[in-house]
């Protein structure tokens, strides 16, 4: 008796689906990418305008002053979709964890003096506030954008957001012996500290902002771009002792905002270079959300750090870097 062992290659029909076939050129293998994002928002065949905003439609490019031609020209450069992004961002918090680790075992927090633990609960801890608002913006971008180049990015931003939120709250309870009290007294001063309330005023702007690239702009070069960056990079001096062992607790922001500014500074040249409109709203809206940042930076590193030039030096990083994505500053 023999045994004859053949194998058969099937032929798919089609390699992708039609609607991103169509976007790419012929029938070829797309990638998952590809596959995940291209004209996957609906468009078409909706019931009803909403109750709550009947002047729009679900999905709508009126919600924003800007005009592209195609909203999936801003395509994410880390080509991140559920899968890639939850890969990347478990292989980040392994290296969060280990630092956590580490600072508990040497006890590093512990061995700073409780003066500077309270300098420190007052003047970082509240941050895990403004992620919160930063959570709740790139929801509603999310919510309110257009096209899944565009919104998928933001969702995963939001899910960012909301873990350096509890990162920070993790330092709190460091600081505080885990009893919670530190996450408390932030919650006061993020609410009546004068220190914060330039800031606070910031974030809670942008939480009523309706356009939502404006509301991009504003998130991405004023909050992102000088506040977070100044809190997380230009204090080392206010925390003394303690900015070791905070810059390790907080590798995870830095890291963060080097990937993220990949594709929301690309996202923000390429709407700005669709038209001179474009450019010309993009550009007014940039300096007026740097301008702000840069004020509500000041009263912070005037009252925690002694420094109101910390603020300019921020901004002006922040208005070079707008400046190279062809943005009038």
Known sequence: MTVE???LDFEPKRHTFGHVARRIGGDKPATRYQEATLDAQATENFHYKPLYEPQFWHYDTAKTKVVMDDWYKPLDPRQYYYATYNIARANM?????RNFTFVEDKNLLGKVSEDLKQKLIIGLI????????SNMNTSEMCQRGYGTAFTAPCMFSAGDHLGMAQIVSRIGLELDGQTGIGLDKAKDAWMNDNAWQGIRKLVENTLVQRDFFELFVAQVFAIN??????IYNGMDDAWGDASLPISMLTEFMNDWQKEEARWSHSTIKIVAAESPENKALVS??????INRAEDALRIYTTAIAGDENIAKTYADKMRTTAKSLGLEI
Do not use: M, Y
């Not at 918090?93 to 964890?97: I, S």
């Not at 509240?126 to 608002?133: F, S, T, Y």
């Not at 771009?225 to 100044?230: R, S």
């Open 5 to 7: 062992i053949k194998t």
């Open 93 to 97: 918090n392994q290296a969060v964890e």
């Open 126 to 133: 509240p941050v895990r506030h403004i992620h919160w608002g």
């Open 225 to 230: 771009g000088i506040i977070l960056d100044a």
């Open 284 to 289: 007014a809206w940039s300096n007026d959300w």
